[in-house]
């Protein structure tokens, strides 16, 4: 009984955390969607927008490498490994934006935020 217990009481810790890492991940993105549609009515140039690009929505991002981070504690992952892997998730969202900058502006179309 007392396994039980603690096992639903893990998984609703995990899953708490994987929903504030996921949270977190939208933040991030919707804050990135506004950086990058401002970006686009200013028609920033592609390399101009990349440099700006990676110190854009610094909250957010923290916020989302922090949450990963802790999710991935949850898990028992190694802190220096939870770091990592929170950080090249918050890498590849900002890939997402800067990757389809030219695209976005050639296109004259902007990204969406998420719900």
Known sequence: MITFLT??????????????AESARIAYSNCLVDFTSV?????????????????ACADERN??????KKDE???????????QFATEEADNVLFAYTDGYAGYAS????????Q
């Open 7 to 20: 096992i639903a009481f893990l998984s609703t810790a995990s899953a708490a955390t994987f929903a504030d």
């Open 39 to 55: 970006n686009l009515d200013e028609k920033t140039s592609t390399s101009a927008f990349k440099k700006a690009a990676a110190t």
């Open 73 to 83: 504690i949850s898990y028992n992952s190694p802190e220096s490994e939870a770091a």
């Open 107 to 114: 296109s004259n179309t902007r990204p969406v935020k998420e």
């Open 63 to 68: 916020n989302m490498i922090a949450a990963i």
